[in-house]
């Protein structure tokens, strides 16, 4: 038997789907160079959702107002909050090795 991530229900549904949304959005094929070089070019390492909320890059490459992204994001409770981060995270290790190398400074460990 190997191992099975545990299923945490979502609270805030609405907030996260609309988050998730937008996350995949960015991580598509046609915009992830988008987000990438915003990240670049303000010094934000990929995996600082954080940063990356304080920062508005979210929004900036998805298109969006400006604080939208971390609005949601603060509206969600800690179990929601942990379930997203661990989606983009995921997602961040999607993005293929040719971008990776491009990008390289937001994706090396500080």
Do not use: C, W
């Not at 995949?24 to 070019?41: C, T």
């Not at 990929?46 to 400006?66: F, H, M, Q, T, W």
């Not at 983009?88 to 460990?109: D, N, T, W």
């Amino acid at each position: 038997m190997g191992f099975e991530q545990a299923t945490i229900r979502v609270v805030r549904q609405r907030e996260f789907g609309e988050l998730r949304a937008a996350i995949e959005q960015i991580f598509a094929a046609e915009r992830v160079a988008k987000y990438l070089k915003v990240l670049d070019g303000r010094r934000i390492q990929v995996r600082d959702l954080e940063a990356v909320l304080k920062e508005n890059a979210l929004d900036e490459a998805a298109g969006s107002r400006p604080g939208t992204a971390a609005a949601l994001y603060g509206s969600l409770p800690v179990s929601d909050k942990g379930q997203m981060r661990e989606f983009y995270l995921s997602k961040i290790e999607e993005v293929g090795p040719v971008l990776r190398a491009r990008f390289h400074r937001v994706y090396e460990y500080s």
